[in-house]
């Protein structure tokens, strides 16, 4: 997997990231356990930068990362977080 660096002084991360938007309802049914097992798949091909947002399935895209990331997987991952959207609905 190439790789980039974030800014001049940031973290290397892969080239290729992951959105993890349509792993929380936003284009319909998921399955937590295929989203899971995705993630895994990603970090196993390299894949070290993921994008989520605190909107992402009102907060559920979030718990998901953490339960995906669980143990020595969060030291192999950045995080792009989306914040500031409300629902107010």
Do not use: W
Not at 14 to 21: P, R
Not at 29 to 46: C, F, N, Q
Not at 64 to 81: C, I
Request: aromatic share 6%.
């Amino acid at each position: 997997m190439k790789t980039r660096h974030i800014g001049t002084h940031g973290p290397e991360v892969s080239a290729v990231g992951l959105g993890c938007m349509a792993m929380s309802g936003t284009y319909g049914p998921v399955d937590d356990a295929e989203s899971i097992a995705t993630i895994h798949e990603a970090l196993e091909r390299g894949v070290t930068l993921l994008d989520t947002g605190d909107f992402y399935g009102r907060g559920h895209n979030e718990l998901l990362l953490q339960e995906a990331l669980k143990g020595a997987k969060r030291d192999r991952v950045s995080l792009r977080k989306l914040f500031g959207l409300n629902f107010s609905q």
